[in-house]
Every structure is written in structure tokens, then in C-alpha cells.
């Protein structure tokens, strides 16, 4: 596991609503790096979108159960597969902090 | 999330498959052979084959770039019975992405889309079957969608196969490990052998005897607590098509027995001709099951099939198939369940009758 050691949801949850995009969306473009088997040189590749930097089904459903698991995320209710809508990391983050985590 | 159109990656759309499945089969071998091919056995399903099944109302969400196919994933309208309710559900299966389309996420949108048209069916679930290999794509894909989505899929049970192999030296030439290769040369001459029986009594299937064929699978699938249920048109595709055969064992005029199978190819290193048992019912006793199984392995081996293959389900005649030499298979592969709704609630299959597609 790549960066801070400090559980994510913990450092979300001490941190001004402001800062919690960037510290969520660095988490995710960790996990993102590990999925794809990218090194770190390449993070700013992320910034491309899923979609540009070759996003597939089975990293999605990774990267979904990892994020479940890092931020204690009930499954999503009756199936809904709205975190796979999404198109980037920002926009990941963004969704998860206003819907999932109520942390804005 | 409603039913509405998702944003798709841009030239790609889902929309219901047409076509003559030249493409569906042409695709799925294509895909398969490179994401699997030499490492683990697949099936080869060619295109007369996915007309018998998809050609009867299946639910076909296709991906399509432009006019060209990339991506399938169908399921086929059945009625299941658990215990005494009776669910419309579906057999899932064909589940493919071309690798040059799979960056949107396509085999999800895929998913999205079969789960749609099972809401607007009004199937209760499908039913599929996916390789217990944990090195594959599939089963690396498909347990972590349970662990994320435990509403949308549950891993049911295991259940392993019956084997038969009716040309070992095919056989072997296609085995993806050196074990397999070296172990169905060296056993070849045990596995190949149908002790000689009279086959007196045994005919192929006619459509007269498709009442009486029904009458035998109801009763047979009554012992199970999960059981599809097999209405007589559906029936009489499955008995008698261009891909499948059935032969019947007949005593004092009347249809004791039958067995149904359906023909296809797998891929190891090589293709190898297989058949597949779906359907066996009889209410006859000792060597006329033998007699029945053992006529069935001589016929496919004079129409040139290589292995022959049937779940290990409930009702199976083990006895028989012993007797012409199948060899149990450990329980290697896992049927899942994929709902539309997380409100199902099932009871657990102790004894299941079912048909893998």
C-alpha cells in the first residue's frame, strides 16, 4: 500500500471539509497505481480519465472493492453501480465524499 | 440509478443482438482463445450451436461498435422450481468483451444491461457457471463483482463433471498440462474401453416419443429441490435439434429411459469434438442404464466425438456411467446466481437438476 500510513477514512474524517478531495482523490490514484501496476512517475497519467488510461471491468470492480474496504462502505444499495459512472478520480471522490461518505 | 441509457465510451452502444450468431461465435472464439487459450479449457460454442439456444427469446444485450460486435453477454428465459415455487429465471451465459473495447468498462455496462431486461422480464435471477480456475479472468472478475455487489451475485455451489474419454490420444494431444497429457495416455486404454453390451431396446429418439419422454423428466427432476422445468415445446428443441441427439431405451412397447445430448467443441491446445449430456431421466433399474449409456458412447465415437461430459446433478446415473467408464471430476466449477433485485431469497440446493450453458 502506497502513502500515508494512517487509515484513509481516518485522515478524511480529521481533515477540513477542503482538503478532503485531494486526500481522497491521492488514495485513489494509489490504489489506481498499484491496479494498473503503474510506478509512481506515471500518476499524472491518471488525470487522463478511466476510460484514456484503459480502465477496464475487472480494475473497476478491484478499485471498487478496495474503496469499500478503505473507507468501511456498505455495498452499494439495491446493486447501484453509480462509482462506475464516474470518470475520473476527481469525480470518483467527488461522488463518494457527497454520497457514500457524507463527508461534505 | 435508474434504467435509462448510461454514457458509453464514445462509436460503442449496447442494444439487443440481431444477427445469425456467426458473429456471437466468431467473437467468443476469438476472445477466449487469447485470454485462455493453451491455459485452461474452454468451450468452443459455434454458431448453429448458439442459434438452437438464443434463437427461443433469449435476453441479448449485445455491444456493438458501429455495426461490428465486440461484446456479448445473453441470458435464456427457463423456469426453475425451488422447492415448491416455481421462479422465471435465466441461464447466463456468453459472457465476452473484445480486450480493444474493455477500457470503458464494457463487460459492466454489459452486466447493467442484462440486469435491466431481467427486471423487465420479471425473472427472479440467472443462473451461470463459471470456472473454479482462480487464475482466470473470469473467476478473478466475477468473485470480486460478489464481493462488491452481494446483492447483485451469489456463488450458490461447486459441482464437478462426469468424463469420458472416447479417444485418448486426441484427448491427450489437447490436455493443457503435462499431468493431463501424461495421465490420459497412460490411463487411455482403461478410459477408452464400452464394455460390449446388447443393445437391444435402444433406438434413437422419434417425436412420438416425446409425452412420454416429458412424463419421465418430470418425474425424475420431482426428487430435486432446484430443478428446471422442462415444458413440452421447449422439450422437443432440446431432444431433437441440428446440434442435439437422443436416444431412448425401449422395453415391452413402452419408453423407459432416455439421454439427451448436445454437441460442441472445448479447446486445450487443440480442439477436441465433445458432447455434452443435458437431459437423463428413466424409471428403469441396473444394466438397462448401462446398456442405454454404453449405446450412446459407441454411437458419438463413430461420428468421430472425442470426450464426452455431463454434470455431476442430481439423477445422474452413476452406476451406468461407472460402468462405461466416466470418471467423477472433482467439483471444479461454481454456478452463480445474478439478480435484478436483492429480494430473493432462496433456499438452499441440496439435490439440482439443472443444464450448463
Redesign the interface.
Given at each position: 500500500m502506497r502513502g500515508n500510513v494512517t487509515p484513509v477514512l481516518d485522515r478524511l474524517r480529521a481533515s477540513p471539509p477542503d482538503d478532503r478531495p485531494a486526500i481522497l482523490v491521492d488514495f485513489i490514484e494509489g490504489q489506481l497505481l498499484e491496479i494498473l501496476n503503474w510506478d509512481e512517475s506515471r500518476r499524472k497519467d491518471l488525470a487522463r480519465g478511466f476510460v484514456q488510461i484503459g480502465l477496464d471491468s475487472l480494475m473497476a470492480v478491484e478499485l471498487q472493492f478496495r474503496l469499500q474496504k478503505a473507507l468501511k462502505l456498505a455495498p452499494p444499495p439495491e446493486g447501484d453501480d453509480a462509482e462506475f459512472e464516474m470518470s475520473s478520480a476527481t469525480d470518483l471522490a467527488d461522488f463518494l465524499l457527497s454520497r457514500r461518505l457524507n463527508l461534505r | 440509478?435508474g434504467l435509462g441509457p448510461?454514457?458509453m465510451?464514445s462509436g460503442l452502444a449496447i442494444r439487443d443482438y440481431a444477427g445469425d450468431c456467426e458473429d456471437v461465435a466468431a467473437l467468443g472464439q476469438k476472445v477466449w482463445t487469447a485470454t485462455y487459450g493453451n491455459t485452461m479449457w474452454f468451450p468452443l460454442w459455434d454458431a448453429a450451436f448458439l442459434r438452437w439456444q438464443i434463437g427461443g427469446g433469449a435476453l441479448a444485450p449485445a455491444l456493438y461498435d458501429g455495426d461490428r460486435l465486440v461484446g456479448t453477454f445473453f441470458s435464456l428465459p427457463h423456469k426453475l422450481r425451488i422447492g415448491s415455487q416455481t421462479l422465471p429465471v435465466g441461464l447466463a451465459s456468453w459472457c465476452t468483451?473484445d480486450p480493444a473495447h474493455?477500457?470503458?468498462?464494457?463487460?459492466?455496462r454489459l452486466i447493467?444491461a442484462l440486469?435491466e431486461r431481467h427486471a423487465a422480464h420479471g425473472l427472479a435471477l440467472s443462473l451461470g457457471v463459471i470456472s473454479g480456475d482462480r487464475a482466470s479472468?473470469a473467476h478473478?472478475?466475477w468473485s470480486?463483482?460478489a464481493?462488491?455487489?452481494?446483492?447483485?451475485l451469489r456463488f450458490l455451489f461447486c459441482f464437478g463433471l462426469w468424463v469420458k474419454v472416447l479417444d485418448p490420444a486426441r484427448v491427450a494431444a489437447a490436455g493443457v498440462s503435462a499431468f493431463e497429457r501424461l495421465g490420459v495416455r497412460v490411463a487411455g486404454p482403461l478410459l477408452r474401453g464400452i464394455p460390449s453390451r446388447p443393445t437391444t431396446g435402444v433406438r434413437p429418439y422419434a417425436p412420438g416419443d416425446l409425452p412420454r419422454c416429458a412424463d419421465l423428466l418430470a418425474a425424475s427432476t420431482a426428487r430435486c429441490n432446484w430443478a428446471l422445468q422442462w415444458p413440452v415445446a421447449r422439450l422437443a428443441a432440446q431432444l431433437n435439434s441440428a446440434v442435439s441427439q437422443t436416444f431412448v431405451l425401449e422395453s415391452g412397447g413402452s419408453v423407459q429411459a432416455f439421454v439427451n445430448i448436445h454437441r460442441l467443441s472445448f479447446q486445450g491446445r487443440s480442439p477436441v469434438r465433445a458432447a455434452m449430456i443435458d437431459l437423463w431421466a428413466t424409471d428403469a433399474r441396473g444394466a438397462g442404464s448401462a446398456r442405454l449409456i454404453g449405446h450412446l458412447c459407441q454411437a458419438l465415437r463413430r461420428d468421430g466425438v472425442e470426450l464426452v461430459l455431463a454434470m455431476r446433478a442430481h439423477g445422474m446415473p452413476a452406476p451406468a456411467l461407472l460402468a462405461n467408464g466416466f470418471v467423477p471430476q472433482p467439483a471444479h466449477h461454481h454456478v452463480v446466481a445474478l439478480?435484478p433485485?436483492?429480494d430473493v431469497a432462496l433456499i438452499e440446493p441440496k439435490t439440482w437438476h439443472l443444464i450448463m450453458r
Open positions: - | 440509478m448510461r454514457p465510451v468483451v474493455r477500457a470503458g468498462r464494457s463487460a459492466l447493467g440486469r479472468v478473478q472478475f470480486r463483482y464481493q462488491s455487489f452481494p446483492q447483485n439478480f433485485r436483492d
